[in-house]
Each structure stands twice: as structure tokens, then as C-alpha cells.
């Protein structure tokens, strides 16, 4: 099975900050990656496919890149609404997987 | 418009079964691929099962190969998680959630229902 390890698994910011999650990958999984948002007693939501591209709808100011083992999610600009937990997910090959996520709270 | 609605949670004592279901509408159903995903209490996200859109292949995680098994009913728009032999460890929001592309494999998921709650306990 694959692992997936995000990092921090807390992050504290400010509106406005830029923020950047990680997310590494147990082997490469070429491009094969998604982030999701989730918050409190709701369903995730999806950010990004493919490492890099934007889900329809989802603002520009969350960018996703790498491949192969090490990626990484990035807020430009911390909004209210961005205050969340965030999963990345292979899906190279099955098991499907997830990080452990990171909460994004407010500093 | 797209949605999922899953449905069939509840408390259950351990080893006892139940079977989920999630109403879909809004797409067509059989062209994706379905997914069950859960989160424990305050833990994270843990994906559970997957059948392609037209039923030909299955696979189940580990943690719930040989007790749990998700179908689906193309006729009704439906999917199921028949969950057997049930754990304390199973305690979770079951989400059904859709495969992003139509007819394709190994897909990350763009729709997902709110979930339903699972309890075993004695």
C-alpha cells in the first residue's frame, strides 16, 4: 500500500498569510494526487486533481504541484473561509489513500 | 442538481450487520464509478470500497475485506455497503462519493454525499 504523509499536521495563520502544505508520497505515483478541504461536521470537498489542476469553481488562490513523491498544496492568501482541515489522496493504485491531514487555524 | 444522499446508519451491537445505501441523481449514474470513504470520530479520512460503473470489479481496503461488500444497482441509481461481522473500529461517518471521470478506474472523487453515521457498541 502506499502512504501518504502530510505535514504539519497543524498549521496556524493569519488572513492574507501565504500557506504551503506538504504532502509526500511512500513511492512515486506519478501525478496522481488530490486535495480536498474539509470542515467541521461537512463532507470534503475537492480542490485539486491531477497534482496540479484546479477543480471547476475552486478560487485561484489554491495552487497544487509536484509529482512523483513530493507535493504540495498552497493557499496564496488566507481567507476566512480557508480556515479547514486539508487531505491529499493518491490515486495511483488501490488501496486508495489519504494523508492524515493538516488543520489550517487561526493565529 | 448532483447529488448523493446516503442513508441506513444507525446503532449496532458488535458482530450484528447493516447495509448502507446512497441515492444519486442529478448524473448518470452508471457511467462513474462509486466509492465509500469514512472518518472515525475526530480522525481522518479512510477509504473503504470501490465498484467501477458498471459493476464488473470491486475492491475492498484491507481493514474491511471479508466483512463488508459494496454493490450497486444501475436501475435504481443506487449504491450499497453491506457491513458484516461488524467492529467497534468500525465507528464512523460512512460518505459515498463519486469517481471525478465517467467509465474510467482509479479516479479521485468530485462529488460526495453528507454521510451517515455508523455506531457499534455494545
Known amino acids: 500500500d502506499i502512504q501518504m504523509t502530510q505535514s504539519p499536521s497543524t498549521l496556524s495563520a493569519s488572513v492574507g498569510d501565504r500557506v504551503t502544505i506538504a504532502c509526500r508520497a511512500s513511492?512515486?505515483?506519478?501525478?496522481?494526487l488530490a486535495w480536498y478541504q474539509q470542515k467541521p461536521g461537512g463532507a470534503p470537498k475537492l480542490l485539486i486533481y491531477k497534482a496540479s489542476s484546479l477543480e471547476s469553481g475552486v478560487p485561484s488562490r489554491f495552487s497544487g504541484s509536484g509529482s512523483g513523491t513530493e507535493f504540495s498544496l498552497t493557499i496564496s492568501s488566507l481567507q476566512p473561509d480557508d480556515f479547514a482541515t486539508y487531505y491529499c489522496?493518491?490515486?495511483?493504485?488501490?488501496?486508495?489513500?489519504f494523508g492524515g491531514g493538516t488543520k489550517v487555524e487561526i493565529k | 442538481q448532483v447529488q448523493l444522499v446516503e442513508s441506513g446508519g444507525g446503532v449496532v451491537q458488535p458482530g450484528r450487520s447493516l447495509r448502507l445505501s446512497c441515492a444519486a441523481s442529478?448524473?448518470?449514474?452508471?457511467?462513474?464509478?462509486m466509492n465509500w470513504v469514512r472518518q472515525a470520530p475526530g480522525k481522518g479520512l479512510e477509504w473503504v470500497a470501490v465498484?467501477?460503473?458498471?459493476?464488473?470489479?470491486?475492491f475492498h481496503a484491507d481493514s474491511v475485506k471479508g466483512r463488508f461488500t459494496i454493490s450497486r444497482d444501475n436501475s435504481k441509481n443506487t449504491l450499497y455497503l453491506q457491513m458484516n461481522s461488524l467492529r467497534v473500529e468500525d465507528t464512523a461517518v460512512y460518505y459515498c462519493a463519486r469517481d471525478r471521470r465517467q467509465q474510467l478506474v482509479l479516479d479521485n472523487m468530485d462529488v460526495w454525499g453528507l454521510g451517515t453515521t455508523v455506531t457499534v457498541t455494545s
Open positions: 489522496q493518491q490515486y495511483n493504485s488501490y488501496p486508495l489513500t
Open positions: 465498484i467501477w460503473y458498471d459493476g464488473t470489479n470491486r
Open positions: 442529478g448524473f448518470t449514474f452508471s457511467t462513474y464509478g
Open positions: 513511492q512515486s505515483i506519478s501525478a496522481f
